[in-house]
């Protein structure tokens, strides 16, 4: 515990620290960070292709290799992340206000949360985003890594605290936890006179053991059992594009979709038509009984795949009666991640809008694009499917807070 409370203790320091940096500081820091990450790039790739070794050598999936391989375009990508989150407008210390009748002039001007701890799998990528993200909002920032990228992460956190140190700032603004065994991240989960919010990023297994054991506040975060709905309606063309579309770009992130459901009136002509798409994708596909009794060779479905984020290249279908119906699927199943109707019906896809209860819900689009960066925000931390504090892609505004100040000329209340 004691390993835990310095780092807090360092952390809660930076913070204040922090706090008290202009933002051209803040943008100047992450511009030398993203010029050193591409300088430095050859050191990160040599501790990534460790780590892509020992995950290929441990059998892991090939969608979960594709999130731990770091390339040189991909380090270049995160440099530019970087370097695009500098220029973003800053948030910080932006005011609302409004004079009241006592002439109070009351404000609520924009702060960092504080302390961000993060707990993630293996994805790299994530350690640099989040310290952009971080350092941008003046929050100070732990992250807990995984084991699997154990030697990338370190890479790419001695980078930027390489540059912290070299023009004099806290190198503590950002700190990884060293140790990956689980006491020290039940521990981190605990550390409530440190961490003012804890992020979990990762899979559903991962999200649901932080929610169950933190005592620290937790945005959950990334589990993404996704849905596609085709009503009878659809452009087939169109519906097959964002299905493929939304399946096979990424199927290792939270935002593919993982569920097909397709209105009954249309199954007879648009399964064989999308499933001969999926098939020349290599998805595997599993389907409920009225599916299958179009689809004779498909894979049955279960109970359990109905909740299953795949994270691979495996789509479960179901055949629904009407929109209602596919409605209350995608609220029995869902993560309440991200959603989708294709339809040419207004009053359906205006429904649709109305009634799925998720952080991102479209009409006629695929689901690939619930990210901070595809909704104009900059960069994001994480996409929150909860409704407090914050929901959706959680971008630079979702990474603050808010405190009253309040101007007066001596008023007393009576």
């Known amino acids: 515990m004691e390993y835990l409370e310095n780092i807090g203790k360092n952390a809660k320091a930076a913070a204040t620290a922090l706090n008290l940096l202009s933002a051209g500081q803040r943008k100047d820091i992450l511009r030398k960070c993203a010029d050193s990450l591409v300088s430095d790039a050859k050191e990160v790739l040599a501790q990534n292709e460790t780590d892509y070794k020992n995950a290929l050598e441990s059998g892991i999936k090939p969608s979960y290799l594709d999130r731990l391989k770091l390339t040189e375009d991909r380090i270049q990508a995160m440099a530019a992340d970087l370097r695009k989150l500098a220029d973003e407008k800053d948030v910080l210390g932006e005011i609302q206000s409004r004079t009241l009748e006592n002439g109070l002039i009351v404000g609520q001007r924009r702060v960092p949360l504080g302390v961000v701890a993060i ?4 994805r790299p990528n994530v350690t640099s985003d989040a310290f952009g993200i971080c350092l941008k909002t003046g929050n100070a920032l732990v992250l807990r890594g995984g084991s699997d990228a154990f030697n990338s992460n370190n890479a790419l956190v001695s980078i930027f605290r390489g540059v912290l140190a070299k023009y004099g700032y806290d190198e503590n603004f950002v700190q990884i936890i060293e140790k990956t065994d689980r006491e020290t991240a039940q521990e981190l989960m605990r550390l409530n006179e440190y961490i003012d919010v ?3 990023r990762g899979g559903a297994g991962l999200i649901n053991s932080v929610v169950k054991s933190a005592t620290v506040p937790v945005i959950e975060t990334g589990a993404g059992n996704c849905h596609i709905f085709v009503d009878a309606s659809a452009d087939f063309e169109m519906a097959a594009n964002i299905v493929i579309n939304a399946k096979t770009r990424r199927p290792s992130v939270c935002n ?3 569920k097909l459901l397709v209105h009954q009136d249309i199954a007879d002509d648009f399964l064989p038509l999308i499933c001969s798409r999926l098939r020349g994708h290599k998805v595997e596909m599993r389907g409920d009984e009225r599916t299958a009794a179009i689809i004779p060779d498909i894979t049955p479905a279960n109970e359990d795949d109905w909740y299953t984020e795949y994270n691979d290249l495996i789509i479960s279908i179901a055949v629904v009666s009407d929109i209602s119906h596919a ?5 029995k199943y869902s993560t309440n991640h991200s959603e989708t109707i294709v339809t040419n019906d207004y ?7 109305k009634e799925v209860d998720s952080a991102a819900v479209y009409v006629n689009a695929s689901t690939a694009f619930t990210d901070g960066g595809q909704f104009g925000l900059g960069a994001e931390i994480g996409i929150s499917t909860q409704k407090l504090h914050a929901r959706g892609p959680m971008g630079l505004r979702e990474m603050t807070t808010t405190k009253y100040v309040i101007m007066g000329e001596g008023q007393i209340r009576e």
């Open 119 to 122: 707990i993630y799998e293996a």
């Open 198 to 200: 804890l992020i979990p």
């Open 256 to 258: 593919a979709v993982e």
């Open 327 to 331: 409605i209350a699927h995608i609220g």
């Open 347 to 353: 009053q359906n896809s205006q429904k649709f809008l």
